[in-house]
């Protein structure tokens, strides 16, 4: 005889052994500055304190890169300090290094031996 009770322990085992890895390795830019654009065209930048899987982040001394206001996509040189903030994981759209880029292989691409 099935039960719903068998059926949740089921997908419990399951879970278990599909836990997913993040492909982002934000702890090596823990206490290190980072720039992070947002969904609607804010930025800014900080320095990465914490974070979670869902990309929520705690950023420490940040400053928020003002927009030109006749212009909403074009920042201007003018910033403002928001100090100790979170961010949103679902506003996330980039996050970078401030002091620049590295290229990492493509996680979805699948490697060949040779």
Do not use: H, W
């Not at 950023?59 to 003018?78: A, G, H, M, N, V």
């Amino acid at each position: 005889m099935f039960s719903f009770q068998d059926r949740n322990q089921d997908r419990n085992k399951e879970g278990e052994k599909k836990k997913k890895e993040s492909i982002f390795d934000l702890s090596k830019y823990i206490d290190k500055q980072i720039r992070v654009k947002f969904q609607g065209g804010r930025e800014a930048s900080g320095v990465l304190k914490g974070f979670d899987p869902l990309l929520n982040l705690v950023l420490d001394s940040t400053i928020e890169y003002l927009r030109d206001p006749d212009d909403q996509f074009k920042l201007t040189e003018d910033t403002r300090q928001l100090g100790l903030v979170v961010c949103r994981g679902t506003s996330v759209v980039l996050i970078c290094p401030q002091d620049g880029m590295e290229a990492i292989p493509n996680p979805f691409i699948q490697q060949q031996d040779g």
